[in-house]
C-alpha cells in the first residue's frame, strides 16, 4: 500500500479536500455499459416518469463510487480503503439538458481508530439534497 497520508498527520475533524462530479445523461449509460446494470430507469425518461420517478435517475452504486473517490484521492491509494459503506437516502435525478447534475461531495475524519485506521465521514449532495446518508469509510493510513 502507498497511502500518501501519515496517521500522525492526521486528527478528529481533518476535512478532506471536497469535489464536485457532474453527471449527464452519457455518463449514465456508459455506467450501464460498464456495470451491466440497463435498468431504464437510469437512462429513459418516459419509463422513469411511468413509474414514478421526476425524471431519469443517476445509479446509486455510481453515487456511491463517486462519493468515495473524494476518499481514495486524499488518501493516494484506493486499497487503503478497507471499509466502506452507505445508505441511500435519496436519487440523483439527472435532467436532459447541458447541465445534468452535480453530486457533492465533503468528508472529515470522525474518528482516530487502532492500527493506523480513521473513520471518515462524508456528505453526498445534489440539487441541495442529502443522496447518501451514514456514509462512512475506515481508511488504512501509513
Same mark, same amino acid.
Given at each position: 500500500? @502507498?497511502?500518501?497520508?501519515?496517521?500522525?498527520?492526521?486528527? !478528529?475533524?481533518?476535512?478532506?479536500?471536497?469535489?464536485?462530479?457532474?453527471?449527464?445523461?452519457?455518463?449514465?449509460?456508459?455506467? *450501464?455499459? =460498464?456495470?451491466?446494470?440497463? /435498468?431504464?430507469?437510469?437512462?429513459?425518461?418516459?419509463?422513469?416518469?411511468? #413509474?414514478?420517478?421526476?425524471? #431519469?435517475?443517476?445509479?446509486?452504486?455510481?453515487?456511491?463510487?463517486?462519493?468515495?473517490?473524494?476518499? @481514495?484521492?486524499?488518501?493516494?491509494?484506493?486499497?487503503?480503503? !478497507?471499509?466502506?459503506? &452507505?445508505?441511500?437516502?435519496?436519487?440523483?435525478? #439527472?435532467? /436532459?439538458?447541458?447541465?445534468?447534475?452535480?453530486?457533492?461531495?465533503?468528508?472529515?475524519?470522525? *474518528?482516530?481508530?487502532?492500527? /493506523?485506521? &480513521?473513520?471518515?465521514?462524508?456528505? =453526498?449532495?445534489?440539487?441541495?439534497?442529502? #443522496?447518501?446518508?451514514?456514509?462512512?469509510?475506515?481508511?488504512?493510513? *501509513?
Amino acid at each position: 500500500m @502507498t497511502t500518501k497520508i501519515s496517521y500522525a498527520d492526521v486528527e !478528529v475533524g481533518t476535512e478532506l479536500p471536497a469535489q464536485s462530479f457532474p453527471v449527464m445523461r452519457d455518463t449514465l449509460v456508459r455506467y *450501464a455499459g =460498464a456495470s451491466g446494470d440497463f /435498468n431504464p430507469i437510469h437512462w429513459n425518461e418516459k419509463f422513469a416518469t411511468e #413509474v414514478g420517478l421526476p425524471d #431519469v435517475i443517476a445509479h446509486g452504486m455510481f453515487t456511491m463510487a463517486a462519493a468515495i473517490r473524494v476518499v @481514495t484521492d486524499w488518501v493516494g491509494d484506493p486499497g487503503a480503503v !478497507v471499509e466502506y459503506g &452507505v445508505r441511500f437516502t435519496r436519487p440523483v435525478i #439527472v435532467p /436532459n439538458d447541458e447541465k445534468g447534475a452535480l453530486v457533492e461531495v465533503s468528508a472529515k475524519v470522525a *474518528a482516530k481508530l487502532d492500527d /493506523n485506521r &480513521v473513520r471518515v465521514d462524508l456528505t =453526498a449532495m445534489s440539487a441541495g439534497q442529502k #443522496v447518501l446518508g451514514m456514509s462512512r469509510a475506515v481508511v488504512q493510513l *501509513a
